[in-house]
């Protein structure tokens, strides 16, 4: 039987079969089980409108147990067994392992790196990009093209940077752009505006936000006035603090390299084989996918800030800056936090731009593709779920704070 | 906003600007894409596609015809003359300057005659017609002639033609392309069936520990699907699926459920409560209310989940390669096979770009017809 008809076959069982659950399901419960009639009707009645719930549950509870919840602890449990010996119980002996994998340490600090760069990046971009298109006759066209990447699967993403990054050898002519723009490049006053000050300004402002975002949060922990939180706000920030200080330092790191990096003008790169610069070239791919997401949600966003205080605003004389810092940001911070969190989900279950650019070659390794490589080619389900358990772990802080929002909602 | 307090801002033509060069640096990476995919690998491997839409300068090395093929060379009036194109026919390029000797290859312009020695003579006109005159027959290979040409821009739909309809080529997308259909649709469809009950009693019903159940799926919404892999992998071979269609299917809607059901729930708390009330005081079931109310009204919820899924669908990689490809290779589909092509013809760009610009184009064709529906998703999708 050819899959197309095999699909459609399962189309038609699946959804037939759903639907057929649901209508005889509730018809056996008012009409055989407790029947609306007779001397019990009120009673049935009730009776029936208790189970009718985990009636229109049931299907789902079942999909979402055995393929989200199951899967939790079984990877659990494998993380600690070896397959080898008879999925023997080895307690750490996977985590030893891997802990002591180089790989394993280069994943971790890619992945630090995607972290703090990829949301940080596609925010501030989609911020630029909400302020500004709304505030054009066109915008509503532009901000569909800027969103469009949404829509191309990572792996045709992969592909068109690749052709971007590609690189022919020295006196030939270059058909990818990035070394097309390199070779423009000589080492002059623009070469130094272009590559290392502005970049710099860049790194330097980003370094600030996030040294200042990092202060304002210590401050107000340890300020005498404050009230004694819970202990999960108290981790929770002392953890954001010091994010802050390592992305600081990284971009302090980053700054100084800036000017004192010896930029090999004139001669092609292969972008894709140099160690960090590699790194980064894969996060632009996320990035420019991203950006629209974050643009969205933020445009979204800073509609919804009542006009009201924005008058008042100008009218005692703000500028546009200080309209956009004092009166726009802190009214759509929790919007911003969200989008960062989102895109922190994303970065980490990142796998195919990696898989299909570089493979984890040329110290560009990220978990998600350590973890692939380490089920699939070498096969050793033991570490890999240690690394899925890794990758867990690090959601884990934005999944209690997701939960802990929706009950305070619901409340 | 500018206009607020009379006051007019003075800087919208360089929003105005940066808006474009934004947009121009967003676009810039799949227009990229498109143009290769219409190029043959000769253009691709020669300039930059962004060359491709002007015209562009080459140096190119031509042939005239071979003297000993049959009916090439004429005798007239006692010299033996050859006349043809350079490039087959006239037109497809503009010769400007050109030689006959790789290390001068622009010492005469277009409408002169070079000296070949033996008294031969070869004249080369702009659009490439050449006449060659001997006094005595010629034999040997053809005369080579080096010209710098202007060459209009040019593209094909080979590219296309050959990945998509030529039934011989193993590389071709068809097959993929079928069977990424064949996993999208079902595992698009089924989720929101599931997830719709289950929304409508997560929102409308009501029974102990339904708060809980909210969070929990809440949480769900963020578990990272790797970790779902093995534990599933060695379920499914277990119950006897194996690697196959049903298999990814049935991972696809274990993976959209929680959004769907989310999103879904979200949509339909905020629905009128008096609709369902009324309803209810005019003796509807539960399952009159849902399917005659509460679906038709979710429609807006049900396209921008249908939207997520069938994108997220149609361009997962590792779901697939996990669940449904076997060691056959008969089920491969787009993304796996683009990945392939990367590593088997890596530098073979028209081939690539083809494949790639197949696999997103139905996705671009959904994002720009059903956008509207996307936005709305997102916006109601991402957890406040």
Redesign the interface.
């Known amino acids: 039987m050819s899959?197309?008809l095999?699909?459609l076959l399962?189309?038609l069982i699946?959804?037939s079969g759903?639907?057929g659950y649901?209508?005889f399901s509730?018809q056996f419960l008012?009409k055989v089980l407790f029947p609306a009639t007779g001397k019990n009707a009120g009673r049935n009645i009730n009776r029936a409108?208790?189970v009718?719930?985990?009636l229109?549950?049931l299907?789902?509870?079942i999909?979402?147990g055995?393929?989200?919840?199951?899967?939790?602890f079984?990877?659990l449990w494998?993380s600690m067994t070896d397959r080898d010996a008879g999925n023997a119980f080895v307690g750490f002996d996977n985590y030893r392992q891997m802990f002591a994998q180089p790989k394993f340490w280069e994943a971790m600090n890619n992945n630090i790196l995607w972290l703090i760069i990829v949301p940080a990046a596609s925010t501030a971009?989609g911020l630029?990009?909400a302020q500004?298109?709304d505030?054009?006759k066109?915008?509503n066209f532009?901000k569909?093209?800027?969103?469009?990447?949404?829509?191309?699967?990572?792996?045709?993403?992969?592909?068109?940077?690749?052709?971007?990054y590609?690189t022919?050898p020295v006196d030939t002519?270059?058909?990818?752009?990035l070394n097309?723009v390199w070779l423009q490049f000589n080492g002059g006053v623009g070469s130094f505006l272009i590559l290392r000050l502005i970049p710099a300004a860049l790194v330097a402002c980003f370094v600030a936000a996030l040294a200042y975002v990092g202060y304002n949060i210590a401050r107000k922990r340890l300020a005498p006035s404050h009230k004694q939180g819970s202990v999960f706000a108290s981790i929770a920030s002392a953890g954001l603090v010091s994010l802050c200080l390592v992305a600081v330092i990284i971009g302090l790191k980053g700054f100084f390299g800036l000017f004192t990096f010896d930029f090999p003008y004139g001669v092609p790169q292969t972008w894709l084989t140099t160690p960090t610069w590699n790194s980064i070239l894969l996060m632009v791919v996320l990035i420019?996918i991203q950006?629209?997401?974050a643009m969205?949600?933020l445009s979204?966003a800073l509609r919804g800030v009542p006009?009201e205080t924005?008058?008042a605003a100008?009218?005692d004389g703000a500028n546009?800056f200080q309209v956009f810092f004092k009166i726009k940001m802190p009214q759509i911070a929790?919007t911003i936090v969200?989008?960062w969190?989102?895109i922190t989900?994303t970065v980490?279950?990142v796998?195919?731009i990696v898989?299909?650019m570089t493979n984890g070659q040329w110290e560009t390794q990220v978990l998600?593709n350590y973890?692939?490589a380490q089920?699939?080619v070498a096969n050793d389900?033991g570490v890999?779920?240690a690394a899925?358990?890794i990758?867990?772990l690090l959601?884990s802080p934005?999944?209690v704070w997701?939960?802990w929002?929706?009950?305070k909602?619901?409340r | 906003m500018d206009n607020i307090a009379g006051k007019k801002s003075g800087l919208s033509w360089a929003v105005n600007i940066s808006v474009a060069l934004l947009v121009m640096l967003w676009v810039f990476p799949t227009a990229g894409l498109f143009v290769s995919s219409f190029r043959t690998a000769d253009q691709i491997s020669s300039n930059g596609w962004w060359q491709s839409l002007f015209n562009t300068e080459q140096n190119v090395v031509l042939r005239a015809a071979d003297p000993d093929d049959d009916g090439v060379q004429v005798l007239e009036n006692g010299t033996y003359v050859i006349r043809g194109n350079l490039y087959g026919e006239a037109g497809k390029a503009e010769i400007g300057a050109w030689g006959v000797n790789s290390r001068e290859i622009d010492t005469h312009v277009a409408g002169d005659s070079a000296e070949l020695g033996d008294g031969q003579v070869i004249t080369v006109q702009a659009n490439g017609d050449y006449v060659l005159t001997s006094p005595t027959e010629m034999t040997g290979r053809g005369q080579r002639v080096f010209a710098t040409a202007e060459t209009p821009p040019e593209f094909t739909l080979d590219n296309y033609r050959s990945m998509l309809f030529d039934p011989n080529n193993i590389e071709g997308m068809a097959k993929a392309f079928f069977n990424t259909l064949t996993v999208t649709i079902p595992a698009t469809i089924i989720p929101i069936v599931i997830a719709a009950f289950a929304a409508y009693a997560l929102a409308w019903m009501d029974f102990p520990g339904r708060a809980i159940l909210v969070a929990v799926v809440v949480g769900l919404l963020v578990v990272p699907l790797q970790l779902a892999l093995i534990p599933l992998l060695r379920f499914h071979l277990n119950i006897g699926i194996g690697k196959g269609y049903l298999g990814v299917w049935l991972a696809h809607t274990g993976f959209g459920l929680p959004l769907a059901i989310y999103l879904l729930r979200n949509y339909m708390v905020g629905l009128p409560r008096d609709i369902i009330e009324n309803a209810k005081v005019d003796g509807a079931t539960d399952f009159q209310i849902f399917t005659k109310i509460v679906l038709p009204l979710s429609f807006p919820a049900l396209a921008s989940f249908a939207i997520f899924q069938f994108l997220w669908t149609w361009n997962d990689l590792l779901v697939a390669k996990v669940f449904l490809i076997d060691s056959t290779g008969q089920t491969t589909v787009m993304t796996n096979q683009i990945v392939e092509l990367l590593g088997t013809r890596g530098g073979n760009w028209e081939i690539l770009a083809t494949a790639a610009f197949v696999s997103i184009a139905v996705p671009l064709a959904v994002f720009f017809a059903m956008q509207k529906y996307l936005v709305r998703g997102l916006l109601a999708g991402s957890v406040k």
């Open positions: 899959p197309a095999q699909g399962t189309i699946g959804v759903c639907i649901f209508y509730n008012d409108n208790m009718r719930p985990w229109f549950l299907p789902a509870m999909a979402l055995l393929y989200l919840v199951y899967p939790v079984a990877t494998y971009f630029l990009a500004l298109t505030r054009i066109w915008g532009a569909s093209l800027i969103f469009m990447p949404m829509a191309i699967s990572f792996v045709g993403a992969s592909v068109i940077f690749k052709l971007i590609d022919r002519n270059q058909i990818g752009v097309a420019w950006t629209g997401f969205v949600i979204a006009e924005i008058e100008i009218v546009v929790g969200v989008v969190t989102t989900l980490l279950r796998f195919d898989f299909a998600a973890m692939y089920l699939f389900w890999g779920s899925a358990i990758i867990m959601v934005i999944l997701n939960v929002n929706v009950r909602e619901m």
